[in-house]
């Protein structure tokens, strides 16, 4: 197959989120299994890009800043999908594309969706991440009211309605996009793309001489961030050695405010913000560490940052009632506990620095149920299927016009 990967985020310079990360994955296995991809991301200069990477044709275009230096959120969506309408025909007058693959977020699709015609198609497929429906009801951004929710979640909406098909990183997505975009929408099976468990994986490296607690993504405020430090901040008097690693970005004056904190608290040696790690090191510090925790208040899911501790034989925690919910089974390969509670999460904490039996066996089976639910290379495989009964969908919807149009004559 020829197939098209929109997504604005594509490593390595544009690689900040998990729709990049995914769609990176879905690039390189669709690949290795024979296929010929090309990627359309942003440019992060005024210039269109395009360059042969690993066999993968990656095409960067640059949005409309130029044109207008003041995009409101809303139009900064409409503009992109606009360019993104205009590549792809451009790439379609060279490349006999079987496929095009986009995300719901932003609605990349909008435009293209729209300018379809009988003569002029491709099948087109929506993944879904996380709609912007999701972040304004669950985590109360952007505000209900406000133009950028109105028009934005219309045109997710429009992209889901008018795609060939539809698929998701997780059960939760999907409840989003039925309650809120689609209600008719029936088949919408979750596919998503895994980690590489090659990479990820359970490392002959020391762990650190004092206990260590590892947190991995955004350093902001809905990643749950201050009730860990609160958290682990009240358990230094019984374990005097304990460490906290941030491994990611985050404001300087938030980051400050986070080690105000803790010195509040007594634990003046507590925190370690080690900032932004590239992928292929970021295992060995996973293996290094003891314990992950990652309070995050909502994950659409299923939550790589989580898998892929999962993967390197750590027991994670992570918060209840959201797509985290289709990974960590708590008891059996992690612990849940309820968002923006402090307290539980201090108790969760205890526990597994207390009782190491049971933190090894943790750690244990979310290696096992990685290995077999989530693998890359197993999620790539079921990716596959997906396009193809999509194609084979697509072919037999044409053949029923092109019927229709000889009996018509």
Same mark, same amino acid.
């Given at each position: 197959?020829?197939?098209?990967?929109?997504?604005?985020?594509?490593?390595?310079?544009?690689?900040?989120?998990?729709?990049?990360?995914?769609?990176?994955?879905?690039?390189?296995?669709?690949?290795?299994?024979?296929?010929?991809?090309?990627?359309?991301?942003?440019?992060?200069?005024?210039?269109?890009?395009?360059?042969?990477?690993?066999?993968?044709?990656?095409?960067?275009?640059?949005?409309?800043?130029?044109?207008?230096?003041?995009?409101?959120?809303?139009?900064?969506?409409?503009?992109?999908?606009?360019?993104?309408?205009?590549?792809?025909?451009?790439?379609?007058?060279?490349?006999?594309?079987?496929?095009?693959?986009?995300?719901?977020?932003?609605?990349?699709?909008?435009?293209?969706?729209?300018?379809?015609?009988?003569?002029?198609?491709?099948?087109?497929?929506?993944?879904?991440?996380?709609?912007?429906?999701?972040?304004?009801?669950?985590?109360?951004?952007?505000?209900?009211?406000?133009?950028?929710?109105?028009?934005?979640?219309?045109?997710?909406?429009?992209?889901?309605?008018?795609?060939?098909?539809?698929?998701?990183?997780?059960? /939760?997505?999907?409840?989003? %996009?039925?309650?809120?975009?689609?209600?008719?929408? $029936? *088949? #919408?099976? =979750?596919?998503?793309? &895994?980690?590489?468990?090659?990479?990820?994986?359970?490392?002959?490296?020391?762990?650190?001489?004092?206990?260590?607690?590892?947190?991995?993504?955004?350093?902001?405020?809905?990643?749950?961030?201050?009730?860990?430090?609160?958290?682990?901040?009240?358990?230094?008097?019984?374990?005097?050695?304990?460490?906290?690693?941030?491994?990611?970005?985050?404001?300087?004056?938030?980051?400050?405010?986070?080690?105000?904190?803790?010195?509040?608290?007594?634990?003046?040696?507590?925190?370690?913000?080690?900032?932004?790690?590239?992928?292929?090191?970021?295992?060995?510090?996973?293996?290094?560490?003891?314990?992950?925790?990652?309070?995050?208040?909502?994950?659409?899911?299923?939550?790589?940052?989580?898998?892929?501790?999962?993967? /390197?034989?750590?027991?994670? %925690?992570?918060?209840?009632?959201?797509?985290?919910? $289709? *990974? #960590?089974? =708590?008891?059996?390969? &992690?612990?849940?506990?309820?968002?923006?509670?402090?307290?539980?999460?201090?108790?969760?904490?205890?526990?597994?620095?207390?009782?190491?039996?049971?933190?090894?066996?943790?750690?244990?089976?979310?290696?096992?149920?990685?290995?077999?639910?989530?693998?890359?290379?197993?999620?790539?495989?079921?990716?596959?299927?997906?396009?193809?009964?999509?194609?084979?969908?697509?072919?037999?919807?044409?053949?029923?016009?092109?019927?229709?149009?000889?009996?018509?004559?």
């Amino acid at each position: 197959m020829k197939i098209a990967l929109v997504s604005q985020e594509y490593p390595p310079e544009t690689a900040r989120g998990g729709i990049g990360s995914q769609t990176y994955t879905k690039a390189l296995g669709l690949a290795e299994f024979g296929h010929e991809i090309f990627v359309i991301s942003r440019s992060t200069d005024s210039e269109r890009h395009e360059t042969l990477n690993d066999k993968i044709t990656v095409i960067r275009i640059p949005g409309l800043d130029n044109m207008l230096p003041e995009m409101t959120e809303s139009v900064q969506w409409l503009s992109h999908s606009i360019v993104i309408a205009a590549e792809i025909d451009s790439l379609l007058k060279r490349v006999t594309l079987d496929l095009i693959d986009f995300p719901e977020w932003a609605a990349e699709a909008y435009t293209w969706l729209l300018n379809r015609t009988d003569w002029k198609t491709v099948p087109t497929v929506i993944q879904l991440h996380g709609p912007l429906a999701m972040f304004a009801h669950a985590m109360n951004w952007p505000e209900l009211n406000s133009s950028f929710y109105k028009i934005g979640s219309h045109m997710e909406a429009i992209c889901v309605q008018m795609a060939d098909a539809v698929y998701s990183s997780s059960d /939760c997505s999907t409840q989003w %996009i039925r309650k809120y975009y689609d209600p008719q929408k $029936e *088949i #919408i099976p =979750t596919i998503h793309l &895994g980690i590489n468990t090659e990479l990820f994986k359970p490392q002959a490296v020391q762990k650190y001489d004092q206990p260590t607690i590892i947190f991995t993504g955004k350093i902001v405020p809905n990643k749950g961030v201050e009730e860990l430090v609160n958290a682990a901040s009240n358990l230094v008097k019984d374990f005097p050695e304990l460490q906290l690693h941030f491994i990611g970005r985050g404001q300087e004056k938030y980051i400050n405010q986070l080690k105000e904190n803790a010195n509040k608290l007594g634990a003046t040696d507590l925190l370690n913000f080690r900032g932004f790690i590239d992928k292929s090191s970021l295992p060995e510090e996973l293996c290094r560490a003891h314990i992950f925790c990652a309070p995050s208040y909502y994950e659409g899911g299923p939550g790589f940052v989580y898998l892929e501790a999962m993967a /390197c034989g750590l027991p994670v %925690i992570g918060c209840s009632g959201s797509g985290v919910n $289709e *990974i #960590i089974e =708590t008891g059996e390969n &992690g612990l849940l506990v309820p968002p923006r509670n402090s307290k539980a999460l201090e108790e969760a904490l205890r526990m597994l620095l207390s009782d190491t039996k049971l933190a090894s066996r943790l750690a244990l089976n979310a290696r096992k149920f990685v290995l077999t639910e989530a693998d890359s290379i197993h999620c790539i495989n079921k990716l596959e299927a997906f396009y193809y009964s999509v194609l084979g969908f697509a072919a037999e919807k044409l053949n029923t016009k092109e019927n229709q149009k000889t009996r018509s004559a």
